[in-house]
């Protein structure tokens, strides 16, 4: 079966400019994740989906940040300014069923703020 | 935040030896999975453990699971230098989480040669 899809692979902008990500999960895939990952850390959660609705926001900089997934199927996470701060593997996975199952992982978009 | 800490951070062994390392998180969870990343492959599943088992094989994975210490332990026995990669845990709260998928630090597992 297909995998998770990301793109962009890597993006270079300037501080202050706007970016966007996108995913396409597994077909059949409910829940949807975005993770930051910052070189050297572990991966932490953006917003978590099931289906189009959000299940899970709390560490996300709703300043900046923005995701949504419509139709409940592929997602899109923006940020808008980009801060140097933001500069990080943007990571999205997908699970069959919330709480249960195991996540299955694009290979992420490397983002760099300069 | 973290939910989870692996221990160590760092671990390097030479081929053929077993490599453990641990996790200790702090909510109730649903179950616990170790995840496997390198430059190659990405972040991949390696094993899923659910609260109410103890221990899990899978080829040459042994994890355990102590839902009263709030630890799991991953254990690779044989090590390759295929096995060369990070690892991390990562959980499925329990009740009232939100179900949320939280990863740990990790450990970066060296095997040489």
């Known amino acids: 079966e297909a995998g998770v899809a990301q793109s962009p692979r890597y993006k270079i902008i300037e501080k202050r400019q706007s970016v966007a990500f996108w995913c396409n999960p597994i077909?059949?895939?409910?829940?949807l994740y975005w993770y930051q990952q910052i070189l050297g850390q572990g991966p932490k959660l953006l917003i978590q989906?099931?289906?189009?609705?959000?299940?899970?926001d709390s560490q996300l900089p709703k300043d900046r940040f923005s995701a949504e997934r419509l139709k409940g199927v592929d997602s899109t996470l923006k940020i808008q300014p980009a801060k140097l701060e933001d500069s990080a593997v943007y990571l999205c996975?997908?699970?069959?069923?919330?709480?249960?199952?195991?996540?299955?992982f694009g290979q992420g978009t490397r983002l760099t703020v300069v | 935040s973290q939910q989870g800490e692996e221990d160590p951070q760092a671990l390097s062994i030479q081929e053929g030896e077993n490599a453990t390392m641990n996790c200790s998180y702090k909510?109730?969870?649903?179950?616990l999975q170790w995840y496997r990343q390198n430059s190659g492959r990405g972040l991949v599943h390696l094993i899923l453990?659910?609260?109410?088992?103890r221990e899990k094989h899978s080829g040459r994975l042994r994890v355990t699971l102590d839902t009263s210490k709030k630890s799991s332990s991953l254990l690779i026995t044989a090590s390759r230098a295929a096995d060369t990669a990070s690892y991390f845990c990562?959980?499925?709260?329990?009740?009232?989480?939100?179900?949320?998928?939280?990863f740990g630090t990790g450990t970066r597992l060296q095997v040489t040669l």
């Open positions: 996975a997908s699970s069959l069923v919330l709480g249960v199952a195991e996540a299955f």
């Open positions: 077909s059949g895939h409910a829940t």
């Open positions: 989906f099931q289906n189009n609705g959000v299940v899970d």
């Open positions: 909510t109730s969870i649903n179950n």
């Open positions: 453990i659910r609260s109410n088992e």
């Open positions: 990562a959980t499925i709260g329990g009740p009232g989480t939100a179900s949320k998928l939280t």
